[in-house]
């Protein structure tokens, strides 16, 4: 009888351990779930950076990512704005010189048409300066030159008419030398002629000696002498001519006047 007893407050003890532990394990659980439901659990998921350090780390990203984007909008901006500026530069120098040469045009355009500095006159004693040279080679031959002293251009029209001492006629001109156009002295430019004094080998007449010599200037027919004469100097021991006296036409080259 006694083991029998025992046995059963063996049982009863047992079963009502049993009902503790499965008491425990419900408040635990309850705890447990009361605990994760006001955010006090815990739960070890491995080391790992606290909230507030993601927090911080996601808004540093996002920082860093505007001020990238930022630097880049600036750089792009500044460019632009450079860019901008030198083409605004650019354009006001084309600008510019545009309007320089509009400043300057109509000033030319305007001596052209009026004709106070390129419109062309006849060239005689006022606006020229003669001078006469007597040459070696060839033998016999002195060589005029006209300068057109004056602000215009100037025509040469045909030939001198040149007169020794008090001749009261003019040498005839050679017509083989006649250029094909008009020779036209820009101002400072020099135009040519040569006068042959005298026979060569001796064989013309009236020889003589002149100490003073003056030349007139033909207008655009030739037949008459126009403006003022010129009187350049001869050597002091005069120049020998005789009757085979005469002249070339102007020329515009030294060279087409001596040949």
């Given at each position: 009888?006694?083991?029998?007893?025992?046995?059963?407050?063996?049982?009863?003890?047992?079963?009502?351990?049993?009902?503790v532990g499965a008491a425990a394990s419900v408040v635990?659980?309850?705890?447990?779930?009361?605990?994760?439901?006001?955010?006090?659990?815990?739960?070890?998921?491995?080391?790992?950076?606290?909230?507030?350090?993601?927090?911080?780390?996601?808004?540093?990203?996002?920082?860093?990512?505007?001020?990238?984007?930022?630097?880049?909008?600036?750089?792009?901006?500044?460019?632009?704005?450079?860019?901008?500026?030198?083409?605004?530069?650019?354009?006001?120098?084309?600008?510019?010189?545009?309007?320089?040469?509009?400043?300057?045009?109509?000033?030319?355009?305007?001596?052209?048409?009026?004709?106070?500095?390129?419109?062309?006159?006849?060239?005689?004693?006022?606006?020229?300066?003669?001078?006469?040279?007597?040459?070696?080679?060839?033998?016999?031959?002195?060589?005029?030159?006209?300068?057109?002293?004056?602000?215009?251009?100037?025509?040469?029209?045909?030939?001198?008419?040149?007169?020794?001492?008090?001749?009261?006629?003019?040498?005839?001109?050679?017509?083989?030398?006649?250029?094909?156009?008009?020779?036209?002295?820009?101002?400072?430019?020099?135009?040519?002629?040569?006068?042959?004094?005298?026979?060569?080998?001796?064989?013309?007449?009236?020889?003589?000696?002149?100490?003073?010599?003056?030349?007139?200037?033909?207008?655009?027919?030739?037949?008459?002498?126009?403006?003022?004469?010129?009187?350049?100097?001869?050597?002091?021991?005069?120049?020998?001519?005789?009757?085979?006296?005469?002249?070339?036409?102007?020329?515009?080259?030294?060279?087409?006047?001596?040949?």
């Amino acid at each position: 009888m006694s083991g029998i007893r025992n046995s059963r407050t063996r049982n009863s003890r047992t079963s009502r351990t049993r009902l503790v532990g499965a008491a425990a394990s419900v408040v635990l659980a309850a705890l447990s779930l009361t605990a994760c439901s006001e955010g006090t659990g815990i739960k070890d998921e491995g080391a790992s950076a606290p909230a507030g350090a993601s927090v911080n780390e996601s808004l540093s990203k996002d920082t860093s990512k505007k001020s990238e984007e930022s630097a880049s909008q600036e750089a792009m901006g500044d460019k632009s704005s450079s860019s901008a500026d030198e083409q605004s530069e650019g354009t006001g120098r084309s600008e510019e010189a545009a309007n320089t040469a509009d400043t300057k045009a109509p000033a030319s355009a305007g001596k052209n048409a009026s004709g106070s500095s390129s419109t062309p006159v006849t060239c005689e004693g006022s606006n020229t300066k003669t001078v006469a040279s007597v040459l070696k080679r060839p033998l016999n031959h002195m060589l005029l030159t006209v300068t057109n002293t004056g602000s215009k251009p100037c025509f040469l029209y045909t030939y001198p008419a040149v007169a020794f001492g008090e001749a009261q006629s003019v040498p005839p001109v050679m017509e083989d030398t006649k250029p094909q156009a008009v020779v036209t002295l820009e101002p400072g430019q020099s135009g040519y002629a040569a006068v042959i004094l005298s026979a060569g080998d001796g064989s013309g007449s009236n020889g003589r000696t002149e100490n003073s010599l003056s030349v007139y200037f033909h207008g655009r027919s030739g037949n008459e002498s126009v403006g003022k004469g010129a009187t350049p100097a001869l050597p002091a021991k005069g120049v020998y001519i005789d009757d085979s006296l005469r002249v070339t036409y102007w020329q515009q080259e030294m060279e087409n006047a001596l040949s």
